[in-house]
């Protein structure tokens, strides 16, 4: 009884879909959004149900793409919605994309200590793929103080110092704020 009832089943399955040669067969799937098609989750012959939120197909306007960016805590600060980052990838070599900051997050993630930050990056080429990891460098108003060599600077009790040099030709100590602008150079005020 149970497998007449299941070929039952198949034959009103069968009937439904391919029984009737009055019953369309094909459906047009059309995007409200013009780009190339770059993953697809469905194939042909496979049932559609109304269960979770995964999209069918992804598409893409490779001429105009997204970058996210984590900015650590303590860069955030200069960041700001409309100014434009510099980009670069280690596969492009001599290459680098201008980036528009669109988006930033309303709080720093606490696993990474990192900001997201949303970039809007033209592609006219096609250059950039999607997932390709890049670097962003950005500038930021310092205020005043001086840029020195990151070797002139040590840390003792967990603050900042360098040596000062004074008229008679000695040095003295003094204690700093510092902040890294690279590997090479801090960029130091007096406390």
């Given at each position: ?13 069968v ?23 770059v993953d ?24 105009h793409?997204?970058a ?18 510099e ?43 999607a ?23 040590f ?5 900042h ?31």
């Amino acid at each position: 009884e149970r497998a007449q009832a299941e070929a039952l089943r198949a034959q009103a399955r069968v009937q439904l879909y391919a029984g009737d040669p009055a019953k369309q067969q094909s459906l047009s799937l059309r995007s409200t959004l013009a780009g190339v098609v770059v993953d697809r989750r469905i194939n042909p012959g496979q049932e559609l149900r109304a269960i979770g939120d995964e999209p069918l197909f992804v598409i893409t306007q490779p001429q105009h793409l997204w970058a996210w960016v984590d900015v650590p805590e303590n860069e955030q600060a200069g960041l700001r919605t409309g100014q434009h980052l510099e980009l670069r990838v280690a596969s492009l070599p001599g290459l680098s994309f201008n980036g528009q900051v669109r988006a930033l997050a309303d709080f720093i993630n606490p696993e990474t200590r990192t900001l997201r930050v949303r970039l809007d990056v033209p592609n006219p080429n096609k250059i950039l793929k999607a997932d390709m990891l890049a670097s962003v460098r950005f500038s930021r108003p310092l205020g005043e103080g001086y840029t020195v060599p990151a070797s002139a600077i040590f840390l003792e009790s967990g603050q900042h110092w360098c040596f000062v040099q004074q008229n008679d030709g000695s040095f003295k100590p003094r204690q700093v704020l510092a902040q890294a602008i690279d590997a090479d150079r801090v960029w130091v005020r007096q406390e």
